[in-house]
C-alpha cells in the first residue's frame, strides 16, 4: 500500500506504461492523405470541426513520446492556420486509453537532467500552445489519462469529455477536471468499445460546433488552478498573499509528514506552483521543466521506474496458460488468511468453497468477506447488487462435499506441519486427478509438506500477505517435483486475484521469510542493546520502511515471529543469530503475542489510534539488556545494520537460485516486506548505491559482531567489480 | 423499470392533424417485397398441436389508457381493474360463476391491494368462491397473467380464466424512511413510557425524508430512459429517427381512434367525474416541435425525450381466456388462438430492453414459422429509441452471431404490418395492462386486416422478454 502510494506521489513517470505489444494492428478511421506520412496521428475534417485521432503504433497505450509531440504540432498547426476549420477534437482510438503520459523508455535514454528539461520544456510548448489556442479544442477522453495525458487535457482553452468508467469520471467531473460524460456503450451492431469511441467522437464533435458557435460556453474562465479545484470563496481568499504563504506551509508539512523527506518530488511540485503563482507562468514552466528534469535524475526516480517495470514483469504468466483454467477453487480454512484468500477469488468471479471445521471459525471467515465486499460497497466501487453477485460464489461448508469438482485446493490451516499433512491427505482422497493442491504458509517447507502426498507434482506453494486483500504479493514456491503446469496454474489464479507474483524454489523460509528472519533477530539484539520500541520505528520508518520494526513483530505475531526465528534458525545457524530468542519467549509467556492479543510492544485498543507502549515490557527488556557497542550504534548504523542483513540475504537467494531474476526479488522485498519503495528494492538498492559502500557497512559490523554480517560471495564479487549490476 | 417522465406530450401543443401526415422513412428497401411475398403461403396451415387443448381468446377489453393524474387520479388500482373485468362481463356476457380463475398482473402495487385481482374480483360481483391471484413481471405483467391461464388451461385445471392487468400510477406508495418506520415499529412494541420516550429521543429530522419506488433498475442503479438513450446510441439511431417514429405512432394511433378501430376501450363511468370513453394520451405533434424538447435523462446530448417516449399511464385491461371446446359449447366465436410463447432475459445493464429481439426468434422457431409468415406485428413501444434498436438489431447478422449465439439475423418486421394501430408510445402504457391490449390489437386487427398469424412481443425491466404467436380464429 505505501508502496503504491509512493509510486502515485510522482505521478508523471509512473503514471505511464511500458507494455509493448507487437501483433496489434493500427486501425486507421482516417480520410486523410496524411495518415501516410504520420505514423501517430492522422486526422480529418467533418464540416468545420477537425478530428485528431491519436493512435501510437505497436503499443496498446499511447504515450508522449518525441516523435507524437512532434506530430501533434504539425496537425495542430495546419488546423490553427486553416480557415476552413472552426474547431477541433482531440480523441485516442485505442480503446480504454488516451493518453497514459510521458514514455518511460523516452525518459530513460536520456542520461542527463538537461535532456529530460529539453523534452519537458518542449512538452510545455505544446501544452501552451493548446492553452491559447484560439478555436476550441475538445478533448474526447475514453480511458486513463494519466500524467502529461492530462496534461493535454486541461489547458484552459480545453473543453474535455470523458467516457465514464465508475465513479472515477464521475470524481473527475465533480473536480471540474471534465466538463461532460459519455457513458460507456453496450452492444450494437459492432463491438461496444469501437461504437463507444465513435459515439464520444460524435459527441464531441457537436460540442466543439457549439463551441465555435457559441451556442455553448464552457463554464470555466478563470485561471487554471482556481477553476480546476476551488471554489469562489477560496479563490478569493487565495488572493491574498498571506493566506497563500499559510497554505504552502501546510501542504508541505502534510507532505513531509507523508514521505519523511524521502520523496523528493512531491516538496518539489510545491515549490513550481508556488514559483508559477507568485512569479507568473513564464517563471513557473521554467521552474517545471528544470526541476522535472532534475528529479528525472534522482535514484529515487531510477529506483521507481524500475520497480514500476518489475511489476508489469511480474503481472505476467511466465510459464503459459495452464491446460485446464482453475473454474471451481476449493480454500481449507476459513481464519485471516482463508478468509482474505475467498475474498479475492469470489470478488474476480472464481468459483470458491470456503471450508473450515466448526460453524463459528466458518461463520466468522464468511463475515470477514462479506465485510471486505461491503466496505467497497460504502466507498462506493461497488453496487450492492455487485457485492450481492460476488458473495454468492462463495460457498460456506464444514465437510468435503464438492471437492470432487475442484480445480485447485488452496489450504491456509495452523501453520503446523501434522495439521497440513492431514488436511493435505483428507483433500487427496476427494479431490480429482488434475486439481493442484496449494499450501499457504510463510516458512514450512513445500518439500516437507508434500512426503505425504500421492501426487507431489501437483504440490505447490502459494504464500499470501496479510491482510490478503490489501497486499500485492504472492510468492508462489516451486519444489523440484513440481510439474510446469502446476505452476502455471498457480500464476494463472493469483494474476486473476489481481497479485503480484514472484516463483521461488522451496527452502526453508523461501524468499521473503529468509530476508526477513535475519532483519527480526537484530531488531531484538537492538532492543537488547537499549534502543526503545518508539525509537526503533522511527529510525525504520525514516529509512523508508513503512512500518516501524518493533511494530512489524506485534503484527507479525510474537508467536509466529519466534516459531520462524527458531525453524530458521536450525537450518541457517550462525548466520541467523543475534538477538536472544528469550525475548519472544519471555513475551509470549506473558501472553503479548502482538496485536492479536492485544498487547506486545504497544498496548492495542479499538477505536485508539495512538498506540501506547505496553510498560510490562520493560521488565523483559531490562532482564534481557546487553551492553552497546557504542562505534556500531549510531542512528545511522543501526537503520543500516538492519537493511544490510535484509539486503546480504536477498543477494545469497539468488546467489543460491532461490530467487531467479533480481526483480522478483525487488518485487517480493518491496510489495511483500515494505522494503522501502525509494530505494527500489535490495537489488536496485546495491546498483544505485554501489556494492562497496555495502560491503565496507557489512565488513565494520562483521568486525564487531562476527559472521551474521559476513557479505555473501555474490555481493562481494559486485563490490570488486563496479561494472557487475544487477540491473543493466 | 419505470421511466418515470415528469415531462408528458402535454408539453406539445397540437398542431394541424392532417398536414403532417405521417412521413416515416421506410428503414428497408426490401420490406415491401417481402409483404407481398408473405400472405400467399404459410410455413404451416396452423399451430395446433395434438393432443393439446386449442386455447383461445373469446374477447377482451380495456379501459381508456389516460395520462396519469387526469380523470383516474382519485381511483385505487382496484376501482380501475374491477372497470376492466365490468366491462369484460358486459362485452362477454360471460355468466359469472363460470370463470374458474382470474388471473391480474401489476407492478407498483398498492399496498393495501397487493392481491389486486382478488379484490377487484369481489368489487366487479365475481363469486367469492373463484380463486383469483395476482403476478407481476414489470412490463410483461399482464403476459405473464395470461401465459398463466394458458398454463392452466392447458394442464387440464381450468376451463375458463380471466386474465388482465391494471397499473394506476397516479397514485404510488411512498413510504416513510427505513429509519422512521423502524422507530414506529419499536414504539409498538415499546411497554413502559420510559421506554417509549428512549425511543422517541433517537428522532432525527431526516427520518422523515420520504422513500419513493424505485425508479431505477435495482441491479444496476440505471433509469430505464437512459439505458434506452444510451441503447439507441449503441445502435447509433438519431433523434430524428426516433421523433420520426413516435410521430408515426401517434398518428397511427389517432387514425385508429378517429375510425373506430380501437373496438377493445369500454367505456368507464368514473365515479364523480363524467364518463371517459377514449384514449387521452393521442397528440401527433409535428418533427418541428418535438425537436425543440430538450433530452430527459441524458443531458444535454442524449436523443430520448418526453416526445419520443411512453409517458405514465393510467389504466386496466381483461380478456377471456377458454379451451376451444368449452367457447363452441358455451355457443361463443372466438376471437384468436394463442399459440406458442416465449419469455427470455438478458444483460439487464446494456440489453435491458432487446427482449423482443431475443424472444422473436426463439418463439417462430418453436412454433415453426418465419418472419413471413407473420401478418401482424404487435410490439410493445417503451421508447422510439428502444423499437428502433430492436428493429436494427433483429436486422444485423453481427448482433445475431455476437450476442445471441444465432447463426443469422431473424429479419425484419416489415414496417406496414408493425402497430399499424399505434402504440405504447401513444395510446399509453400503463405497465401492468399492456400486454392484454397487444393481444387484443393483434386479435383485431387479424380480423379486420386479414391474416393468420400475429405476433406480440415486448422488453420489460430486469432485462426481460416475451413473445406471443396469436392465431386467427377461422371466420
Known sequence: ?728 | MISLLTYTLKNLPNTSKWALRFCMRPLSSSSQLQAAAASQTKSKKTLAKPNIRNIVVVDGVRTPFLLSGTSYKDLMPHDLARAALSGLLHRTSVPKDVVDYIIFGTVIQEVKTSNVAREAALGAGFSDKTPAHTVTMACISSNQAMTTAVGLIASGQCDVVVAGGVELMSDIPIRHSRKMRKMMLDLNKAKTLAQRLSIISKFRLNFLSPELPAVSEFSTSETMGHSADRLAAAFAISREEQDEYALRSHSLAKKAQDEGLLSDVVPFKVPGRDTVTQDNGIRPSSLDQMAKLKPAFIKPYGTVTAANSSFLTDGASAVLIMAEEKALAMGYKPKAYLRDFMYVSQDPKDQLLLGPTYATPKVLEKAGLTMNDIDVFEFHEAFSGQILANLKAMDSDWFAQNYMGRKAKVGLPPLEKFNNWGGSLSLGHPFGATGCRLVMAAANRLRKEGGQYGLVAACAAGGQGHAMIVEAYPK
Open chain 1, 1 to 728: 500500500m505505501v508502496a503504491s502510494r509512493a509510486i502515485g506521489s510522482l505521478s508523471r513517470f509512473t503514471a505511464s506504461r511500458t507494455l509493448r505489444c507487437s501483433g496489434y494492428i493500427c486501425r486507421s478511421f482516417t480520410r486523410s492523405s496524411a495518415l501516410l506520412t504520420r505514423t501517430h496521428i492522422n486526422y480529418g475534417v467533418r464540416g468545420d470541426v477537425a478530428v485528431i485521432r491519436i493512435n501510437s503504433p505497436n503499443s496498446k497505450v499511447n504515450t508522449l513520446s518525441q516523435e507524437l509531440h512532434s506530430e501533434f504540432m504539425e496537425v495542430m498547426n495546419e488546423v490553427w492556420s486553416s480557415s476552413q476549420i472552426r474547431s477541433a477534437v482531440l480523441i485516442s482510438t485505442k480503446p480504454g486509453c488516451f493518453i497514459a503520459g510521458a514514455d518511460l523508455n523516452m525518459l530513460n535514454s536520456c542520461t542527463t537532467s538537461q535532456e529530460v528539461t529539453q523534452i519537458s520544456q518542449e512538452a510545455q510548448k505544446m501544452f501552451e500552445k493548446l492553452e491559447k489556442s484560439t478555436k476550441p479544442v475538445v478533448a474526447a477522453i475514453n480511458g486513463s489519462c494519466l500524467g502529461g495525458g492530462l496534461e493535454v487535457g486541461i489547458p484552459a482553452a480545453f473543453d474535455m469529455m470523458l467516457t465514464g468508467r465508475g465513479i472515477r469520471a464521475d470524481r473527475a467531473k465533480k473536480m471540474g477536471l471534465v466538463d461532460q460524460l459519455v457513458e460507456p456503450l453496450g452492444p450494437g451492431v459492432k463491438p461496444p468499445e469501437e461504437r463507444t469511441i465513435e459515439y464520444l467522437e460524435e459527441v464531441a464533435i457537436t460540442f466543439a460546433k457549439g463551441l465555435a458557435d457559441k451556442k455553448i460556453t464552457p463554464k470555466r474562465d478563470k485561471g487554471l488552478v482556481e477553476t480546476f479545484y476551488l471554489t469562489e470563496l477560496t479563490s478569493y481568499a487565495l488572493s491574498i498573499p498571506f493566506v497563500r504563504q499559510q497554505i504552502y506551509k501546510k501542504v508541505e508539512e502534510k507532505v513531509r509528514k507523508q514521505t519523511k523527506g524521502l520523496y523528493p518530488a512531491p516538496l518539489k511540485i510545491i515549490d513550481v506552483v508556488k514559483t508559477g503563482i507568485e512569479q507568473g507562468s513564464n517563471a513557473g514552466y521554467l521552474s517545471e521543466s528544470q526541476t522535472f528534469g532534475e528529479l528525472a535524475m534522482t535514484k529515487e526516480s531510477k529506483a521507481l521506474m524500475g520497480l514500476y517495470r518489475g511489476q508489469t514483469q511480474c503481472k505476467k504468466n511466465k510459464f503459459g496458460a495452464p491446460q485446464k483454467e482453475v473454474k471451481q477453487l476449493a480454500v481449507l480454512g476459513a481464519g485471516l488468511m482463508g478468509a482474505g484468500i475467498a475474498q479475492v477469488s469470489v470478488d474476480k468471479g472464481l468459483q470458491t468453497i470456503l471450508k473450515d471445521t466448526t460453524l463459528p471459525a466458518l461463520g466468522r471467515g464468511q463475515q470477514q468477506v462479506f465485510k471486505g465486499l461491503n466496505d467497497k460497497v460504502k466507498k462506493k466501487t461497488l453496487t450492492s447488487f455487485e457485492r450481492d453477485a460476488m458473495f454468492s460464489n462463495l460457498i460456506g461448508q464444514l465437510d468435503y462435499r464438492g471437492f470432487e469438482k475442484a480445480d485447485m485446493v488452496i489450504e491456509a490451516v495452523f501453520e503446523d506441519l501434522n495439521l497440513k499433512h492431514r488436511v493435505l491427505k483428507e483433500a487427496e482422497a476427494v479431490i480429482p486427478d488434475h486439481c493442484v493442491f496449494a499450501s499457504n504458509t510463510s516458512a514450512l517447507p513445500i518439500g516437507e509438506i508434500a512426503t505425504v502426498s500421492k501426487r507431489p507434482e501437483k504440490v505447490i506453494g502459494m504464500h499470501y500477505f496479510s491482510p490478503v486483500d490489501k497486499m500485492q504479493l504472492l510468492e508462489i514456491i516451486t519444489t523440484e517435483k513440481t510439474s510446469k503446469d502446476t505452476t502455471a496454474s498457480a500464476v494463472d489464479v493469483g494474476l486473476r486475484q489481481g497479485k503480484v507474483i514472484i516463483v521461488v524454489k522451496d527452502g526453508p523460509g523461501f524468499y521473503t521469510t529468509r530476508c526477513l528472519t535475519p532483519m527480526m533477530s537484530e531488531v531484538i539484539r537492538i532492543l537488547q542493546e537499549g534502543v526503545g520500541p518508539k525509537k526503533l520505528d522511527s529510525l525504520t520508518t525514516s529509512f523508508g520502511f513503512p512500518v516501524g520494526a518493533a511494530t512489524l513483530v506485534d503484527e507479525v505475531g510474537v508467536d509466529v515471529a519466534k516459531h520462524v526465528a527458531e525453524n530458521l534458525g536450525k537450518e541457517f545457524g550462525e548466520r541467523f543469530a543475534g538477538g536472544s530468542l528469550e525475548m519472544l519467549q519471555q513475551m509470549i509467556s506473558k501472553g503479548f503475542l502482538g496485536r492479536k492479543s492485544g498487547k506486545g510492544f504497544y498496548i492495542y485498543q479499538e477505536g485508539v489510534k495512538n498506540k501506547n507502549l505496553n510498560s510490562d515490557m520493560d521488565s523483559i527488556l531490562a532482564s534481557l539488556k546487553m551492553p552497546s557497542q557504542p562505534d556500531v550504534s549510531s542512528d545511522e548504523d543501526i537503520q543500516y545494520r538492519l537493511v544490510t542483513r535484509f539486503v546480504n540475504e536477498a543477494i545469497l537467494c539468488l546467489q543460491e537460485g532461490v530467487l531467479a531474476t533480481p526483480t522478483e526479488g525487488d518485487i517480493g522485498a518491496v510489495f511483500g516486506l515494505g522494503f522501502p519503495p525509494c530505494l527500489g528494492g535490495p537489488f536496485h538498492f546495491v546498483d544505485l548505491y554501489g556494492a562497496q559502500k555495502i560491503v565496507d557497512r557489512l565488513r565494520k559490523y562483521e568486525a564487531a559482531y562476527g559472521k551474521q554480517f559476513t557479505p555473501c560471495q555474490l555481493l562481494v564479487d559486485h563490490a570488486n567489480n563496479p561494472n557487475k549490476k544487477f540491473y543493466q
